[in-house]
C-alpha cells in the first residue's frame, strides 16, 4: 500500500503520522489517510479538495501534475510525501 508521509512541520500542529493506506491515486490514498486523521486534511487540502496554495504534494521525487483533482497514479510501494511550500524572496 501506498505511504503517506507528512513533513515534521506539520505534526507540531496536527496529529499525522507516517501510515499506509490504500489507493491507486494520490486522492483515493489522500481520502483514506485522512478518513483516519480527519484533522490533517485543512492543512493539506482547501475547501474544494485541492491542495493548498502553500502546500506541496510530491509522488516519489516527483511533484503531483493534479493539483486539483490528485488524479496522479501511486503504486502499491510510492510513498506521497506532503510538504509546506517555501515562499518568499
Known amino acids: 500500500m501506498p505511504m503517506v508521509q507528512f513533513a515534521k ?13 490504500p489507493g491507486s491515486t494520490v ?4 481520502d483514506a489517510y ?9 492543512y493539506a487540502l482547501d475547501e474544494h479538495g485541492a491542495v493548498r496554495k502553500h502546500v506541496n504534494v510530491f ?3 516527483q511533484q503531483v501534475a493534479d493539483r ?3 488524479t496522479d497514479a ?16
Do not use: M
Open 68 to 70: 486539483v483533482g490528485l
Open 59 to 61: 509522488v516519489g521525487d
Open 9 to 21: 512541520a506539520f505534526r507540531r500542529h496536527v496529529a499525522c503520522p507516517h501510515l499506509e493506506v
Open 34 to 42: 485522512f478518513a483516519q486523521h480527519p484533522a490533517a486534511r485543512s
Open 27 to 30: 486522492r483515493e490514498a489522500l
Open 74 to 89: 501511486v503504486s502499491p510501494h510510492t510513498i506521497i510525501h506532503v510538504f509546506q511550500a517555501l515562499s518568499g524572496g
